[in-house]
């Protein structure tokens, strides 16, 4: 049975890297924009949380109402100013830009709030937990986060596939100049899909600040874990990437059952393997096509 | 009365000049044959009239505004909707999901999709699968379809005919017929000459950049055209002498035949 435990605790963790995972998959999908930064700014969604929480005395879930829509407005504004004038200038200025905006976000998050690793009180959440069998024993934070993640991608899908905004999102995917040819406001697209971006991660910044400790580096770690989520899945497929980290999660648990040292390694491996295998991911084809 | 009017319009890529100089008048109601070798400007003058392309020089009014620097979305808000060479779907999105982008920014809701679908009863029936798996002539009527959506007063054709079978190029052809006589104004980029004349009021020739022909359709003598397209000189003819490029509302309105500014060329054109 401790297999069969192991697994579950993987799915579960996969959630995890599936919500960080899936604005980086959404802004590769629609702009071509590969976001280096995109893990620290899930560290900052985390420091956000604990600076709030802090702040105005609340749990660190009450500050969520406040940080995520913050957390758009900051995706917009990187949009609007940083990102959409590297995407205009070629295929390596993206990729330097968004490298040298994480290098820039570590370094203050050092000098603001020093390189010790911190954590987020999740309250009763973080320390309640529930049995499936006797064998099994799920702790409702990482039930939660699991549970979040599929509604976030839910909720992305179904607004991708039934809303006049997600057509313009996969018109836009589709072909730019086209959809600006015919009245499709790029602009707006791009800000919005950026805004989504960054909150989401921000809010998954926040689950891996409740689960583990973080700091100012950690964005980097995530940011390898979610570009796999996203490769194992398939760029650009939504329920590719959530099939992607829950992939990366089980794997992880079930070697690190049989030696901690190797979970990691097996999760990097399993990433290669699939890359030479099938380098367009395991559920290749696009969410943004299927929707 | 003037709907669309170009004056001294340059357009470049890089090092490259597309356009020099361009004036185009076309009037409300009336259709616009845009004729010319590969090469010659006709796709970069229609897009650079839709918003895709900002010229270097020169200014574009429409209905008596300044639109020059317009983005697309107000153009098309203002009732410019083009049908791009090539029918450019987006093949991931349904055929009714495709003519609804169309309608992002329209400028009146003369077309809604009933409306569409009773003009193109082929593609009513498809409006569930993807724009991808259709064949050329039913992508050609969604991405008609598409420009129809925006409520346009001024539709701008791309070659619409390109890689269609003619029983399907007739068909389209009846179609803008119909739209004509509804009271729209067109411009047409077609290649078929014969085609271009039968369902245009006018004609407007380019030649590597530069307007060298324009004037009512059907007053137009074939080889004059011809001699217009391909650059060859019609010096020695009695009218075909050379005269400077019509002004924005000069002369009485006729045949007016440019000399070509520059050497005859451009060998790769098909008639």
Known sequence: MNWVNAAVQGILLGGEYALIACGLSLTFGVMRLVNIAHGDLAVCGAY???????????????????????????????????????????????????????????????????????????????????????????SWLLATAFLTACLVLSLLQVALARTSWGRQVRATADDLDTARL???????????????????????????????????????????????????????????????GVSLGVVQVVVGQ????????????????????????????SALEQA | MTLLEVDGLDVRYGDFQALSGVRLHVDRGRAMALIGANGAGKTTLLR??????????GRIRYDGTDITGAPPHRR????????????????????????????????????????????FPIIARRRRHRASALSGGEQQAVAIGRALAAGPSLLLL????????????????EMLAGLRAAGATLVIVEQDLQRALDACDDLTCLLEGRVVLTGPAAGVQRDEVVAAYFGVSTAGRADGVPSPAPGPSGGPPGRRATGPAEPPGDSEGRP
């Open chain 1, 258 to 285: 049989v030696n901690q040292e190797y979970a990691v390694l097996a999760v990097h491996l399993l990433f290669l393997l699939v890359l030479a295998v099938r380098p367009s991911g395991l559920f290749a084809g």
């Open chain 2, 48 to 57: 650079t009239i839709a918003g895709a392309l900002t010229g270097s020089a």
């Open chain 1, 48 to 138: 956000g949380a604990l600076v709030l929480s802090a702040a105005l005395g609340v749990p660190v879930w009450y500050t969520l109402p406040l940080l995520l829509p913050a957390a758009f407005g900051i995706g917009m504004a990187l949009q609007v100013l940083l990102f959409g004038r590297a995407l205009r200038a070629g295929i390596l200025a993206p990729v330097m830009v968004t490298f040298g905006l994480s290098v820039v976000i570590e370094n203050l998050l050092t000098a603001g709030a020093t390189s010790d690793p911190r954590g987020l009180n999740g309250g009763g959440l973080a320390l309640a937990s529930f049995g499936i069998g006797p064998h099994i024993t799920v």
């Open chain 2, 76 to 119: 098309i808000r203002q009732g410019i909707a083009m049908v791009p060479e090539g029918r450019r779907l987006f093949p991931s999105l349904t055929v009714e999901e495709n003519i609804l982008i169309g309608a992002s920014a329209a400028a009146s809701p003369d077309w809604p999709l009933d409306r569409i679908y009773d003009t």
């Open chain 2, 158 to 173: 791309d070659e619409i005919s390109l890689g269609l079978a003619p029983r399907v190029i007739a068909e389209l052809y």
């Open chain 1, 182 to 244: 015919v009245g499709v406001r790029v602009m707006p697209v791009f800000a919005s899909v950026a805004g989504i971006g960054v909150a989401t991660a921000a809010l998954a910044g926040v689950f891996i600040g409740t689960i583990s400790t973080f700091d100012p580096l950690t964005g980097t770690d995530s940011l390898i874990f979610a570009f796999e989520a996203v490769v194992i899945g398939g760029l650009g497929s939504l329920w590719g990437t959530l099939a992607g």
